[in-house]
Each structure stands twice: as C-alpha cells, then as structure tokens.
C-alpha cells in the first residue's frame, strides 16, 4: 500500500472517532476500538541487533560491532532477519491476542545518535563518531527494517532527535549546545538521510533540550527541520517519559496540561509514557484543539495501514514462528560477529593452532560471562556460547583448555565473604600451567548503558573515565608480568585505553558485545578460521586525553572525535589489522566516485574495508584532519589484486560554515584510499601509508 492510500485510509477511520476514542490512540499502549475493528496495538519494541525484549530471537553483535563490520549490505541483511522474526513473533502472538509491550512491529531502532565523547554509556548503541558512517549504515539498517516490499515489513525509527550523547545523569534537565556549524555537519546528517533516503518512518526525540528548546517538543527540530525542510511524512514518537521532563526538569512549563501542549502542537504525535493521558485536560483549558489531536491520529494511523495490521492483510502474514532464531539467521550473526571483531595488535602470536599450541590458559570476568555477550536492548537466545565455551569447543581433542575467573567484573573480590582478590592465586596457578593466556577483559550493561528511570530502569550511565576497573588492572598486571605468550581479548562497547597491553601483550582482540553466539566466532578469530577484519568506528583515546576533550557537557566538536582531534590516539578511527598483507596500491578521481587499486601480497584470503578520506586543503570551514566519504569491503584471494570502484557523494566536496550553511569546498581537495585513516599513528601501527590524489575543481 502506497503512503497516500494509507493516509486516504486513515483519514476516514479516525474521522469515525470520538473525540475521546482519537486522544486515546496517541500514547504507545493505544487501546481497542471494537466498534470499529481497531484492535489495540503496542506501539514500544525495540530491534536495536535483533528482536529485543520479547523473549527468543536471534542474537547480533551489539551495534557499534555492527558499525564495526563498515558493511552496509550485510547490515541491510541483518535489519531484513530481524523485520522477519519480528513479523514471525507478531503473527504467532496476535492470533492468540497478544498484543502486550515488544510485541508490535514498530521497532524504536537505530539510534543514530554521534558518540561523540568515549565517556557516555550508550554510545555502543549507535553506530560510531563519525556522520558519514553512521548515515549510510543507518540507512541500511532502515532499509532492512521496513524492506521494499508492498507491504512495509516492519516500521523502523530514527532516535534520538537530536544532539544527544549525554551525560546519562543530566539527561532529563540538560540543555545540549550546540553552534549551527555543529548541527548541520555533525548531529543532523544521519537523521536527514534515514528520512530523505532511507525513508525512516518514525522519529524519536532526546531527553535533553537543545539550543534551550526540549526536543520532544521543539519547533526547531520537529516542525522547521524535520517536516519542513526534509518533507519527513511519518510519525514522530516521545523517548519514554521524555514529555513529563518538560515541567520537571526542564523547568520549560508548569504543568502536565502544558507539556502535553507544547509536544503535540509542534509534532510529536505519540507518547511514550503518560502525560497524553492529560490530552483532553489540555484541549479544556483551550491549549490544543480538536484538529491537532486529529492530525496526530491520523499519522499514526497511516503507519498502521502501511503496516498491514488493520485487518487487510499482507504478503508477511504467512511467516511462521519457525523463522524465529532459524539456521539462517543464526549464520548471518554469526558472520556479523566474525566481521566485527577488531584485530587491535597482533605480534605473531595469532592465528593459534589447536593442535600444536598445548594448553590454554583461558582467565578473566568476561571470559565465561553472557551479560558480556549481548550488550543492551537485546533479546533472549535459546543458546549461548562465551568466549570460554567456544575455546573449549575449537581446542577438542587437542590441548587441555584451564579456566580461572580471576578477579570480579569491578568488585575487590568475588565472595563477599573472601579477601580482596581471592581470585588472583587461582589465576595464577593457571598461567603457570599453561602454555598461552587468553584474558578475557571489559565491560557489560552494568557497567556501560542507559542512566536508570521510571521508564526503563535497566541501565547504569556513564563511564568516569577510560580505564578497566582497578581488580581488571590488577589481574592483567599480574598475567603479563608472569610473560607467557598472552592474548588479550576485550569484551566493551567504547573506548578503553589499553596501553599497558599494547605495550607488553602479544596480541588484542576487540569483540565489542559479539552477540549471544560470538564466543564461537571469536574462537574462529584466534584459531584462524577466519581472520579478523573489523575497523574502528570510534577512537580509542588513551585516559589522560580526557584532560584534553572539551567537557563532557560541551557539545562542541573542537578536538572531538578523529575529524577534529589534534593529539595522539592509541587506537585511530578506521584502524583495525588482519591475518593478511593487503594494501592499496593506486587510486584515482573520477566524477563521482574513486577506483582503487587493492593487493593482497600475503599467502592466504582475506577481508578488508577499503575507506576513502577527503581533505579540503584551503578552506577555513574544513574540519582539520582528513574526513571518511567512502568505504567498501572486499575479499581478496591469497595474491589477488582487484580494482573496486567506490562513489563519493557530491556533499563531501562541500564544507558547513559557521552559519550553518552547507557551501560549496575551496576546489581544492587531497583524496586518501587505504585500509585505515591516512594518519600518522595508522601508519605505524600498521606498516602502511594511504596512497592519495589530488582533486581540482571549481
């Protein structure tokens, strides 16, 4: 069903309404009209890696391993899987009329927000720093949401507009900053191609207010921007208990009644939470009329329509519950997880082979964990298998495979009842006896999520700083001091600064949150079954860089993230090595795309991402340092060479001046292919320069 039939269709239902029957469709648990053949309907689910919160689905690596993997086809996959078991959940569930929360088919995912400081707690829910990639893999994952079918498969929902990346503690009273220039170059692209090009059917506003207005509720945001210069024709939806924040942390109105008024009249059409309980309250007190309570209504009756959920059927109905965690779906997380996991150093120590590498000391709090498997906002797994178990599996009739916890996730000891670090002997003991450590390091969403609330209280916030928790620190003193060959494995969603590894480990790999199957595929990683091929979607900054960024409060890009950073990191954006020797060896300009020339010099295939930067070489609105606007990857076969065209979108030969104001470059442009930044510190670690060419243009 097109948009405009949809409309058509929801115009004449809801003008059959009672006032009363009209208000009531616009909070997130809308109830039934059986006069009319309306059932209720549950607008809250979440499909942020997968089908979440509503019991068995597949697993994905949590979504900065997704933007890890720099694959947008394979992300569009992802998002089709999960529009499937979603569909497959629906379909089972409504005909026994369940119609509960997480059960409908409007998921509030991706968030598309910028991690732009290391330090925010659900900056792995997003898809990185970087405006350029996380609009072209927000796209996708909007794409394999809603699908291209007559019938839109499931509703995606672009959140959370806008400027907002924390603190998590401030979130229901701050007021994001942000200067033009940063809003047009940084905070708005992603939201403006989910709606212009992937066509996102809902939007989400932020808890925070920016530029002093609240963004469930704001007139710049809401009606200037998004309805009127991007067109957006869907249905805007609170964040959850967002619209009570208004009158008490805001402090932007007195009461509910003119919360309520302030939200609807400038587009948010449906409440997560309460406060459109007051709707007829507000209508009372003459603050909203009778039409805006319409036209709300009615938008969010089109996505309804356009769902197929209103008693006409479609082509998605005949899913079986069967799709739900199916062999497909398992093997493309699987292949997710591979592709997301980040080879950060390696000095010869990997791949590992089960025959001949004797036992393997395997230690750490997350080496054996499943909180650490599945990040946050994830569904249930039938199965899980942790780092440890999928070690134990690969080394199977080879080599002994010994286990020690080691330390507590944070806590000075395990058992309450025990001496501080009454883990650490027994880790000890294990090194002693093997022949290489794999420390199994990092975080969960107890440590890394979203600040507690009435609204959904499953989160912990912000990270104070960038290093492991000091019992971490300990135990991985104390392994590498022992000076077995040592594999360090970290299991988090952000930044850590792992330097004393870099310095004295043999190897790091990045796993981010790999989903609840990833411990296989990280044991494919070790023992080369695969070779590792993520890139970094973020920097990773050593800790007393902190001193160096702007405060956490400060939305101002200046020294944020690689386009603006001037100091050192340990980690770049777009770094991340393999089993292979690849590298770029020519590169050409054309009109709208580059060709690049890659060689694979090593004796085995492999994967990598190929990533394209522009630098303006004159302008003074021109971020400093080289900016991404193009990426591919590609498999490459042991000595292949292969050429690969790559577009670049006319927008990356323009700079945003301090008016905000997208403008024309300086014709001026140095290009850069490679398979990391083209920076000082990628070189080093790597042993590679970027190849570059020169563009002209007026």
């Not at 009372?284 to 329509?305: K, M, N, P």
């Not at 292969?642 to 300086?666: H, K, L, Y």
Request: some cysteine; charged content about 20%.
């Amino acid at each position: 069903m097109d948009r405009e039939t949809a409309r058509r269709r929801a115009r004449a239902l809801v003008a059959q309404m009672s006032l009363e029957e009209k208000a009531g469709q616009l909070s997130y648990s809308a109830p039934p009209i059986p006069r009319l053949g309306v059932p209720a309907y549950n607008w809250w689910n979440e499909a942020l890696h997968g089908v979440a919160r509503a019991g068995t689905a597949t697993s994905f690596p949590q979504a900065i391993g997704l933007a890890a993997m720099f694959d947008e086809e394979l992300l569009e996959k992802l998002g089709d899987a999960a529009a499937t078991e979603g569909r497959a959940k629906y379909n089972a569930l409504s005909a026994q009329d369940d119609r509960d929360i997480y059960k409908g088919l409007t998921f509030w995912s991706p968030n598309v927000n910028i991690f732009r400081d290391p330090r925010w707690g659900r900056g792995h829910e997003t898809y990185g720093e970087d405006p350029f990639l996380t609009a072209q893999l927000g796209k996708a994952y909007v794409r394999g949401l809603q699908g291209s079918g007559e019938t839109m498969k499931a509703a995606a929902c672009a959140k959370h507009f806008a400027v907002h990346s924390g603190p998590e503690s401030l979130r229901h009273k701050f007021n994001a900053v942000a200067s033009p220039k940063d809003m047009e170059e940084t905070y708005l692209p992603a939201f403006e191609a989910c709606v212009k090009d992937a066509g996102v059917e809902a939007v989400m506003g932020a808890y925070n207010r920016t530029n002093g207005e609240p963004c469930c509720g704001s007139e710049t945001l809401l009606k200037d921007i998004l309805r009127g210069r991007w067109g957006f024709q869907g249905h805007v939806v609170s964040d959850c208990w967002a619209i009570r924040d208004f009158h008490t942390g805001h402090m932007v109105t007195e009461n509910t009644a003119q919360s309520v008024a302030l939200a609807l009249k400038n587009g948010c059409d449906l409440n997560c939470g309460d406060c459109y309980r007051c709707l007829l309250l507000a209508l009372r007190e003459g603050l909203i009329s009778e039409e805006d309570i319409t036209i709300a209504a009615e938008r969010l009756f089109t996505t309804r329509y356009l769902l197929g959920v209103l008693g006409e059927g479609s082509e998605y109905d005949s899913i079986p519950y069967e799709a739900v965690e199916c062999p497909e779906h398992l093997a493309l997380a699987h292949k997710a997880a591979l592709e997301s996991c980040v080879l950060l150093k390696n000095s010869g120590l990997l791949p590992l082979n089960p025959e001949t590498v004797g036992t393997v000391g395997v230690i750490g709090p997350n080496a054996n964990s499943r909180a650490a498997l599945v990040g946050n906002y994830h569904g249930t797994a039938s199965r899980y298998v942790t780092v440890l178990e999928g070690i134990q599996d690969a080394m199977e009739g080879h080599g002994r495979v010994l286990y020690a916890e080691g330390c507590h996730l944070w806590r000075d000891r395990v058992e309450p009842l025990a001496q501080a670090s009454d883990r650490m002997t027994e880790a000890m003991a294990v090194v002693k006896h093997s022949d290489v450590v794999v420390l199994v390091l990092g975080l969960d969403e107890t440590l890394e999520g979203e600040q507690p609330d009435e609204g959904n209280a499953a989160g912990s916030g912000d990270k104070e700083d960038l290093l492991l928790p000091s019992p971490q620190r300990m135990l991985l003193r104390h392994v590498l001091a022992a000076g077995k060959p040592t594999l360090v494995v970290l299991l988090a969603g952000s930044a850590i600064d792992l330097s004393e590894a870099e310095t004295q480990a043999d190897a790091i790999l990045l796993g981010w949150y790999p989903g609840a199957g990833g411990g296989r595929a990280i044991a494919d990683l070790i023992f080369g079954k695969a070779s590792p091929s993520g890139k970094l979607p973020v920097t990773f900054y050593r800790d007393g860089a902190l001193e160096e960024l702007p405060a956490f409060t400060d939305y101002a890009m200046t020294n944020r993230t690689y386009r603006y950073y001037r100091g050192e990191p340990l980690y770049p954006f777009g770094y991340g090595l393999t089993y292979g020797d690849a590298a770029v060896t020519a590169v050409t300009a054309g009109e709208a795309s580059a060709r690049v020339t890659v060689e694979n010099r090593g004796g085995r295939a492999a994967q990598e991402v190929v990533q394209l930067y522009l630098k303006d070489e004159a302008s003074p609105d021109a971020p400093p340092n080289p900016i991404l606007c193009g990426f591919r990857r590609i498999e490459l076969g042991a000595g292949e060479t292969r050429t690969v065209d790559i577009p670049i979108e006319p927008s990356a030969f323009t700079v945003v001046n301090a008016a905000g104001e997208r403008i024309p470059g300086s014709g001026a442009w140095t290009l850069y292919a490679g398979l990391g930044q083209p920076d000082a510190r990628t070189a080093r670690l790597t042993g590679k320069t970027a190849v570059s060419t020169s563009i002209r243009r007026t």
